[in-house]
């Protein structure tokens, strides 16, 4: 098992600019493929950005352009910029790794426990 730690939420105005990190450390063979989920109050889980070292960088598309994704292999962590942020991009933030892109991505990856994002205007 991986274990998982996110940092860097906090309160941004619309239209600025915060950075997450993810730092891995246990099983960190089990993580091939490192990303970000997000949920908002009441909302379902959603996809936000993987990173592979195979297949590289996906982006869901109402972040594309404004967020970006980087991992520093010999740390085994994982950053995320994110600029232009928009109050809907409010959500707890979710750091989730394993060593398939598609288990990843239908969430049944390992899990860190989330850092808080609130974006006002």
């Known amino acids: 098992q991986v274990q998982l730690s996110e940092s860097g939420g906090g309160l941004v105005q619309a239209g600025g600019s915060l950075r997450l990190s993810c730092a891995a450390s246990g099983r960190t063979a089990s993580t091939n493929v490192m990303g970000w989920f997000r949920q908002a109050p009441g909302k379902a889980r959603e996809f936000v950005a993987a990173?592979?070292?195979?297949?590289?960088?996906t982006y869901a598309d109402s972040v594309k352009g404004r967020f970006t994704v980087s991992r520093d292999n010999a740390k085994n962590t994982l950053d995320l910029q994110m600029n232009s942020l928009k109050p809907e991009d409010t959500a707890v933030y979710y750091c989730?790794?394993?060593?398939?892109?598609?288990?990843?991505?239908?969430?049944?990856?390992?899990w860190g426990q989330g850092t808080q994002v609130t974006v006002f205007s």
């Open positions: 990173f592979a070292w195979s297949t590289g960088v």
């Open positions: 989730t790794a394993d060593p398939s892109y598609p288990r990843l991505r239908s969430g049944r990856g390992s």
